[in-house]
C-alpha cells in the first residue's frame, strides 16, 4: 500500500511474553519514529531511527524496549517480558525528510498491545 | 486520515508574522490534542481541548475548539524562528484517537 503499514493490528499477550511490532514505513521515507499511546493520553515518543541508524532511543521506557531497522526500511518493535503497563496503541510514524526540517509525518494505524 | 483534516500542510511565513493552522473531524471530538515536534525529536505536547468554546493560550499560541467540537484551530502571534516544527493534531474520539498529518511550519528571520 501506499501509507505507513503497521503489523499487526492487536495484540494480546500474556505477562511476561515477548512481543515484536512491525512498522513498514512509506517507500524511500528516511526517517521512522514510534510512539507508545496509553488509553486516554497522547502519544509520547519511544524512538527515532534516520535510516538504520538510532538516532535517539531516549523515549524507550526500560531496557526491555528494542527497535531495530536494520536495512533503513522496516522497523520492528520488539518488548521482552511485558507487563500490564506496557498496554497501549505502538504507532509508527515516517517521513521523507532528513534535514533540519522534518517534513510532513505520515502515521500508520498502530498496533494496539493488551498485556493480561 | 479521512477522519481528521490538517492543513495547511506547510507553511513558510516571516518572522513577526501572525499564523493559523486548522483541524477538522467528522465526528464529534472527546478532546483535542496539540503537539509539536522539531527535528530528530518526540511530539511535544502544546495543548489539549476539551470543551465548546473553549480557548486556551500559551506564550504566543492560542487553540481553539469550536462549539461543536468538530474544529480547532492554533494561532501563533508574531512567529519567531522557535516556533519552527511540524504541529500535529490529535483527535480523541471516545474509542480511538486520530491523527493530523502534520504542519510543517518554517519560520524566515
Known sequence: ?116 | SQELEQSPQSLIVQEGKNLTINCTSSKTLYGLYWYKQKYGEGLIFLMMLQKGGEEKSHEKITAKLDEKKQQSSLHITASQPSHAGIYLCVADTGNQFYFGTGTSLTVIP
Open chain 1, 1 to 116: 500500500g501506499a501509507g505507513v503499514s503497521q503489523s499487526p493490528r492487536y495484540k494480546v499477550a500474556k505477562r511476561g511474553q515477548d512481543v515484536a511490532l512491525r512498522c513498514d514505513p512509506i517507500s524511500g521515507h528516511v526517517s521512522l519514529f514510534w510512539y507508545q499511546q496509553a488509553l486516554g493520553q497522547g502519544p509520547e515518543f519511544l524512538t527515532y531511527f534516520q535510516n538504520e541508524a538510532q538516532l535517539d532511543k531516549s523515549g524507550l521506557p526500560s531496557d526491555r524496549f528494542f527497535a531495530e531497522r536494520p536495512e533503513g526500511s522496516v522497523s520492528t518493535l520488539k518488548i521482552q517480558r511485558t507487563q500490564q503497563e506496557d498496554s497501549a496503541v505502538y504507532l509508527c510514524a515516517s517521513s521523507l525528510a532528513s534535514g533540519l526540517v522534518a517534513g510532513e509525518l505520515f502515521f500508520g494505524e498502530g498496533s494496539r498491545l493488551t498485556v493480561l
